[in-house]
């Protein structure tokens, strides 16, 4: 009996040396994460700790139904304290169905601003009065509500692809390209680096001129985000986090921009709808002293379009709907 008692006994330290040894090397794991992840961070924010930020007003709408709205403004300042936004981009993130609704304005439609008697262009926006003039003005222009913003300066958004996407981005180059964008690119399915996705975003020259130029960042996005959203691509993340609150100014804060990223990883991916304003057959050229060459659009009908698209209508229904012609009148 007695001996008995002591097999058992042997067997329970047994375990218990199993167990204390299992626990230091999870915790040993955990430690060595934490580290990883730490210095990955700090390796990407450092890369970006020179950037200067400005305070900026910004009062977000509520969200409504888990969909965040987050308005994405590409600047160029080259230098300047203030600039006009050359992008302008709605993003609107169904978080319980991981479907993203893209909505980009184009620089030149003829706006009225609250608070301004006399019309601009809707770049302008953000050099009179920032983010909250451009919030107020899609807001009602458009009936839009904007939640959150983004603002990333085009020199920074070489940088943030390259900590993003260190093997490049892959996509389709339809043509050659070069004029004033700062690389050659040659026609053809590629992999690009920064520098070389910026150029195509930017690239303008072509039959589609500006139009063109628009869905071109909405590729430019949509390659970024299949690459960023990889399972190769994990490892990257506490880098690109870090560079992140560096090359972005931005309302959200780390926390819930890591947790929008691993949404989008834990729901599988995410899924892109896209639509530029105005659609094609809503809208005509026009030129104002003030503003000089402009889109003259029809609001109500964009604004239509907009709300069904945001509503869960497919983006090529409503172009081809608005190419039917139907709704081509100018309203102011």
Known sequence: MTE????QAKRKKRKLRKGRVFGVFFFAILLAL?????????????????????EIEFKGDPSINNVENIL??????RGEEQSRSDTMMLISWDQETNDVRMVSFMRDIYSHFPGYETGYKLNTAYYLGGVSLLQQTLNNMFGVTVN???????????????????????????????KNIGVSLKKGTQRLNGKELLGFARFRYDAEGDFGRVERQQQAIEALKDEVLSAS?????????????GYIQTDLTTSQQVGLMFNAVK???VNIDRMTIPLKGTYQYGRYPQA??????NVDANKEYMSRFFNGESSETLKKEAESGTTSTPTQ
């Open 72 to 77: 994405l403004i590409g600047i160029d300042t």
């Open 34 to 54: 934490g580290g990883y992840f730490y210095f990955q961070y700090k390796a990407g924010h450092n890369l970006a700790s020179k950037e200067n930020k400005q």
């Open 148 to 178: 959150h913003y983004a603002i990333i300066d085009f020199k920074n958004f070489e940088q943030l692809v390259d900590v993003a996407a260190p093997n490049g981005v892959e996509v389709n180059v339809p043509h050659d390209m070069s």
């Open 4 to 7: 008995q008692r002591r097999q």
């Open 267 to 269: 729901g599988g991916g």
């Open 233 to 245: 691509n994990v490892k990257n993340y506490p880098k690109l986090i870090g560079a992140l609150e």
């Open 292 to 297: 000089g060459s402009v889109l003259d659009i």
